[in-house]
């Protein structure tokens, strides 16, 4: 895939973006031209097509243009019309930011994938083709693949079935146990249980290995929702200091990160450099997010005012 594909094809562009979060769509936008700001409503992030044009350096109209002719594609990533209530939303927190009067009745904005689709397709904009060459590059990096699970031989298959009988004949024999116990019984009961969830693990080993599944353990799988929420955490709170301070993305960014580091000692940008990804990916990979999240949380609304948010 190159540069002209993405250019002329829907498909091309609609896989591209297939996996690609708000929040990492204003991280692609960013690497390219940290310029803009999204204003955070109930509906989400949003930008004017003002906004976008002077961010990718090309006149309004243009944008209007390529609005009018991909209107249904666009459509899909959130590019609408507002009026009414939305509107109104807007107003109150984004009227100075985005140089909109206070008597404007309908509004065409662009939420962070409808503004990176626009740029995959965009022509004579030298930051439209930074855009995609950031995600040509995440297109083309390889991914790590899945872990694969060995096939369970046949007998060993049988011997598990066999010892599953053997654990339901014992747990058997404990439930007639506990129906006839005159002692204490919460014990026989916490025994049983005991038996019970081995019995489960045990057979979903089983059901694994016979059908090449995997899955993420309890553990992993509390993490990964932990950094996501912690990811949104960050980007409002950003958001909302950038807002009021009136601090463009790079530098309300790159001050967090250095507040960080004189706190913690772990710098993103240098972390992020030697593993060729995103600063917040750097962060994520190690382990680090939760405690990114705190920082900005507390440096932005007050110390102690996330702690509990996310976990």
């Known amino acids: 895939m190159n540069e002209l ?20 769509a204003v991280e692609f936008l960013t690497k390219a ?21 002077d961010f990718y350096e090309v006149p309004e109209k243009t944008l209007r243009k390529m609005a009018s002719r ?37 509004l065409a904005v662009w939420t962070p994938r409808a503004a990176l689709r626009l740029g995959l397709a965009l022509t004579d904009s030298e930051v439209a083709s ?13 991914q790590p693949a899945a872990p694969v699970v060995p096939a369970i031989a046949p007998e060993e298959f049988t011997a598990l079935q066999r010892e599953v009988a053997e654990q339901s004949e014992t747990i058997d024999r404990l439930i007639e146990a506990f129906n006839a116990a005159i002692g204490d019984r919460n014990k026989l009961v916490d025994e049983a249980n005991q038996r019970f969830d081995a019995l489960h693990e045990r057979m979903t080993v089983i059901e694994d290995a016979a059908f090449g599944r995997t899955r993420l353990s309890p ?8 950094d996501q929420m912690s990811r949104q955490k960050i980007n409002t709170a950003m958001d ?4 009021h301070n009136g601090k463009t993305p790079g530098k309300a960014w790159n001050e967090l990160y250095r507040e960080f580091a004189d706190a913690s ?17 750097a962060v994520q990979r190690d382990g680090c997010l939760y405690d990114l999240y705190q920082f900005a949380w507390d440096k932005v609304f007050g110390r102690g005012s996330g702690l509990g948010q996310v976990r």
């Open 265 to 281: 000692g772990y710098y993103a940008p240098m972390r992020a450099e030697m593993f060729g990804c995103s600063n917040l990916d």
């Open 219 to 226: 553990e992993a799988h509390r993490m990964l929702q932990t």
């Open 33 to 53: 031209k940290a310029l803009i700001h999204f204003a955070q409503v109930d509906s989400g992030q949003l930008a004017t097509t003002k906004q976008l044009a």
């Open 70 to 106: 991909n209107k249904n594609e666009l459509a899909e990533d959130g590019y609408r019309t507002i009026t009414g209530k939305e509107l109104k939303a807007l107003l109150r927190i984004g009227s100075d930011s985005m140089s909109l009067p206070k008597n404007t009745t309908r």
């Open 240 to 243: 909302w200091y950038m807002h």
């Open 130 to 142: 930074q855009v995609r060459t950031e995600i040509l590059d995440r297109a083309l990096k390889p």
């Open 5 to 24: 594909v993405l250019i002329e094809s829907q498909a091309a562009r609609t896989d591209c973006l297939t996996d690609v979060t708000p929040e990492r």
